[in-house]
């Protein structure tokens, strides 16, 4: 174990909603997270695989929850969470970031959540609760019986210092709610907070900034690259850029390693580097968690995280190889 990561025993395993299953989990011997509403939490799973979870809340005596949506056709962590893993089993954990923390400026709060994307924002409502500030919950589900957290969203609202208005929604009975109306409504000030499918938070994103309304957003799922997009990020290269299908294959050199590996459309580079190198390190596998950020000594990356900021994938000087391809037919890291 690294330095910083703690052992996490699990002290309850339940399912919460069918396919989601609750981990409450105690670090050991028992240390304080430091984490704010919002956080995710990166856990080593006993297969080797570390993945990131958003943080339910604090539960009692230092433990964290989590919740985990099984998923079949997944990479096989929610399965091993769900099937594997029993109260007395010992995790990693490995750090605890906070990426949407709930905005201080914001005169009204507005969540929406789609199915396990109510995580996060369950810890954000729980701190707007406690404040004057106004709130709304707009809380989306395939079917209510997918739909976790709905009995405590609707105590964290009957408590909260403030107005709070949960509304869920039951997509088997309801059609999907009509943001752009719903969103029409809000006052000057108001910070819209997303979580959930890309197609909700894309959604929800163009009409905050149809509306100039602040946009807060986790992603759950890999954004779409706009075809014909322009490559961003380029180094010198040896290799004339090529354009090449953006989802097909390309060749990386792995210098450090001395080994060049082709890499097929539907892989990432990260898998084939973890062929050469078993322990690289990774943990969201969806390029928002900067955990595998690699240095390109050649070639032009086509970055499709959302880490790097729009001036860093100019320059191209690293990529995160679990999500970004390759503008060139080549690409070299130093890996
Ligand atoms: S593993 Fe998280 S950005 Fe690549």
């Known amino acids: 174990m690294a330095e910083n990561e703690v052992i996490g025993v699990v002290e309850r395993a339940e399912l919460i909603a069918t396919d989601v299953r609750e981990l409450v989990i105690r670090p050991e011997p028992p240390a304080t997270l430091r984490w704010a509403a919002g956080a995710h939490v990166s856990l080593g799973l006993p297969s080797g695989t570390t993945r990131d979870y958003s943080l339910v809340d604090a539960a009692p005596a230092g433990t964290i929850r989590i919740a985990v949506l099984r998923d079949p056709d997944g990479r096989g962590a929610s399965v091993e969470l769900h099937d594997r893993i029993e109260p007395g089993d010992k995790l990693v954990i490995r750090a605890v970031r906070s990426e949407m923390g709930l905005s201080p400026a914001a005169s009204n709060h507005v969540f929406v959540a789609g199915g396990i994307g109510v995580t996060p924002m369950i810890s954000m409502a729980r701190r707007a609760s406690t404040t004057t500030t106004p709130w709304s919950f707009h809380y989306v589900g395939r079917f209510a019986g997918h739909m976790a957290y709905t009995d405590e969203l609707n105590r964290i609202a009957e408590t909260s210092t403030g107005p709070?208005?949960?509304?869920?929604?039951?997509?088997?009975?309801?059609?999907?709610?009509?943001?752009a109306h719903l969103l029409d409504d809000q006052p000057t000030g108001t910070t819209v907070y997303c979580c959930g499918p890309t197609t909700l938070i894309d959604d929800v994103e163009r009409i905050c900034a149809e509306r100039s309304l602040t946009f807060v957003s986790e992603h759950f799922g890999r954004?779409?690259?706009?075809?014909?997009?322009?490559?961003?990020g380029s180094k010198p290269s040896d290799e004339t850029l090529t354009t090449i299908d953006p989802d097909g294959g390309f060749v990386v050199e792995f210098a450090r390693s001395d080994i060049t590996k082709e890499v097929k459309a539907g892989q990432s580079i990260l898998e084939v580097a973890r062929t050469i190198k078993p322990g690289l390190s990774f943990s969201c596998s969806d390029g928002y968690c900067g955990t595998c950020e690699t240095t390109v000594i050649s070639g032009s990356p086509d970055h499709r995280d959302t880490v790097l900021t729009d001036e860093e994938k100019k320059c191209?000087?690293?990529?995160?190889?679990?999500?970004?391809?390759?503008?060139?037919?080549?690409?070299?890291?130093?890996l």
Do not use: K, W, Y
């Not at 709070?164 to 943001?179: E, G, Q």
């Open 223 to 232: 954004r779409a690259v706009t075809a014909g997009a322009a490559p961003q």
């Open 164 to 179: 709070a208005h949960v509304n869920l929604v039951d997509r088997s009975t309801a059609p999907r709610p009509d943001f």
């Open 316 to 334: 191209g000087e690293t990529m995160m190889i679990c999500v970004s391809r390759s503008c060139t037919a080549r690409i070299t890291l130093d």
